[in-house]
């Protein structure tokens, strides 16, 4: 089956750690995102990337990395610095930059 | 912000009626797109009109968009109880990703 997966579905960070949340995808898409949602709110842009071996920060990118390494795979990394990681973390891709594809969303929680 | 602004935030209908959402944006846009989210789950796309489109329909959806009104509305024909959902809007310039806004919570009474 094509599609986005994402890993762990949910996650619990302890103060002080870091952790890394899995986006793969089998689309052969040269773009990947990571966003952000808050309960009842909408989507915020943390990182981009149109091709591998580059990325672009989004609109609420502090306290957070991404790697692109190889086209399938996006992993996002939520360091200390983030004081606030408490949310649900989505992955999309595309092929032509228009309609995304979206994976089911990894929940992390904090300790 | 290129994000679109979806109104209202929230709707209750019983099945059967029909549900229409707005959405008004900023900029120019290539496209306008919908999507669905499903309590806890990822977005699925719904469909896509493109800014030399006034109309577009997949199924029970009607979409139409003004681009002198930077507006677009989203009908949902003959509800039913799984499409309660929420519905986010995304106007997309071409530039970057899409954004975005915080969505029309649908809740669809059986």
């Known amino acids: 089956d094509g599609g986005i997966t994402q890993s762990p579905k949910y996650l619990f960070r302890k103060e002080g750690q870091n952790v890394t949340l899995s986006c793969e995808q089998n689309?052969?898409?040269?773009?990947m995102y990571w966003y952000r949602q808050d309960p009842g709110q909408g989507l915020r842009l943390i990182y981009y990337?149109?091709?591998?071996?580059?990325?672009q920060k989004g609109d609420i990118a502090e306290g957070y990395s991404v790697s692109r390494e190889k086209k399938e795979s996006f992993p996002l990394t939520v360091t200390s610095a983030q004081k606030n990681p408490t949310a649900f973390y989505l992955c999309?891709?595309?092929?032509?930059?228009?309609?995304?594809?979206f994976g089911p969303g990894t929940r992390l929680l904090v300790l | 912000s290129q994000q679109g602004e979806e109104d209202p935030q929230a709707l209750s209908i019983q099945e059967g009626e029909n549900a229409t959402m707005n959405c008004s944006y900023k900029?120019?846009?290539?496209?306008l797109q919908w999507y669905r989210q499903n309590s806890g789950r990822g977005l699925v796309h719904l469909i896509l009109?493109?800014?030399?489109?006034r109309e577009k329909h997949s199924g029970r959806l009607r979409v139409t968009l003004d681009t002198s009104k930077k507006s677009s509305s989203l009908l949902i024909t003959a509800s039913r109880a799984a499409d309660t959902a929420s519905y986010f809007c995304?106007?997309?310039?071409?530039?970057?990703?899409?954004?975005f806004g915080s969505g029309t919570r649908l809740q669809v009474q059986p």
């Open positions: 999309a891709s595309s092929g032509g930059g228009e309609t995304q594809y």
């Open positions: 900029t120019s846009i290539n496209n």
């Open positions: 990337s149109q091709i591998v071996n580059d990325f």
């Open positions: 995304a106007p997309y310039t071409g530039r970057r990703a899409l954004t």
């Open positions: 009109i493109r800014s030399n489109e």
């Open positions: 689309l052969n898409h040269d773009a």
